[in-house]
């Protein structure tokens, strides 16, 4: 099936090896790079770890320019603001864990994105990620992608049908090395760049400088307290702080310390054991179902908790319209609130929701 497509191009291997698959079977392929993020500093990309800075939008343009594909930036600057990062800051107050690449994907790629293809007359919107879609009767499944390694199916989980009839995922079947074999064949200028790694609007990774400057607001520092709520000493600030930590908490122990719970009310983070931080059962909320519209009874799945998760045996059933509980046959270590639980069927992804 030959297509019109609008490609998300980022400046990195993966998409540009997409822009060559698709083109040589045929499509007639845009490429776009999407603007989201506006920083004084948007020209350098630190330590080559985040993306979208104006060097990525650079190597993009080359790949295109090499392929005569037409390439434009977007300006989402405002919807990228409302639905990734005030999301991002949000949930860092209130004591959980968010994952803004998944907001991203949902809200961004294959909303947004996908909805100025529609304006382009472009049947379709492809990516570089490492999944696959695949047709089954009268559903569209998400599978993973053969690269295990690599596999992104987790940050998809929250595609609607109508999205993933709309979507191609080229790279779905590859192997990151074959993908970058391909890149130095066609002699891409990113050939052998390395994979960004962490958020785009807070590359150097230092969160909490990053909250500070985009509420204007000065974290408040409070009390680190034990599961009998005696007071162990002072944090310096909730969003300092995430589910199962260790290192960085400035206490001297006996005994090894651990962050179990980050409470917003009273700004408290509390500390306990190793052993406390494991749990066998969750409740995840907002929840996205593929396969079936509805589970009506439990089904047993392999469930991760985090992207960097080795999934794991599961029971799981659907509680009401937009909640699910997860039971695992063997403990969990550190599940947070605020992170994604994504439920497999082996290759298949069934749907996930976010941790309550």
Known sequence: MITKTLLAMSGGVDSSVAAYLLKSEGHDIIGAMMKLYQDENEDVNVNNRGCCAL????????????????????????????????????????????????????????????????????????????ARIEKHHNRYLLKTGLDLIKDQSYVLYAMTQAQLSRTLLPLGNLTKDEVRTIAQGQGFINAKKRDSQDICFAPDGNYTGFIERYTNTSIKKGNFINKNKQVLGEHKGIINYTIGQRKGLGLSSPHPLFVLNLNPTDNTVMLGQSEDLFSKTLTADDINLIPMDIITDKIRVQAKIRYAHTAAPAMLWQTSENTIHVEFDMPQRAISPGQAVVLYDGEVVIGGGTIQ
């Open 55 to 130: 060097t990525d939008a650079e190597d993009a343009r080359s790949v295109a320019t090499s392929m005569n594909i037409p390439f434009f930036v977007f300006n989402f600057t405002d919807t990228f603001g409302i639905e990734v990062i005030d999301r991002f800051v949000k949930a860092y107050q209130q004591g959980r864990t968010p994952n803004p690449c998944i907001d991203c994907n949902r809200f961004m790629k294959f909303e947004r994105f996908l909805h100025r293809a529609t304006e382009l007359d472009c049947s379709h919107i492809a990516t570089g990620h490492y």
